[in-house]
């Protein structure tokens, strides 16, 4: 059974930093893109970041270029996403899924984690 389990996140002040983290079991951890998603009530899942199992590229929609990074540690299983700078506008309840092939689809990601809450105060 694959199970993505995340933990992280939390209440932050803008301009503060927070990290995710997300740890996959049942799985081939090391041929699989990992990728961070986040969805508010009003928007479907959105793409925020992904990094892949070749060469480990990295990945990262406009809105969080230069504020957040992606990485990952086959040895650990684990996908993280370091979030710096945080704007009002990064609150969502963040997801970590696993693809076998592409990148910044929702639908090519087969496994999900359970989501957390990110939130950041003005």
């Known amino acids: 059974q694959v199970q993505l389990v995340q933990s992280g996140g939390g209440l932050v002040q803008a301009g503060g930093s927070l990290r995710l983290s997300c740890v996959a079991s049942g799985l081939e951890f090391y041929r699989y893109n990992m990728g961070w998603f986040r969805q508010t009530p009003d928007k479907e899942r959105e793409f925020v970041a992904t990094?892949?199992?070749?060469?480990?590229?990295?990945y990262y929609a406009d809105s969080v270029q230069g504020r957040f990074t992606i990485s990952r540690d086959n040895a650990k299983s684990s996908v993280y996403l370091q979030m710096d700078n945080l704007k009002p506008e990064d609150t969502a309840v963040y997801y970590c899924g696993a693809a076998e092939a592409g990148l910044r689809h929702p639908g090519v990601y087969g496994y999900w984690g359970q989501g957390t809450q990110v939130t950041v105060s003005s």
């Open positions: 990094i892949t199992y070749v060469a480990q590229s990295t």
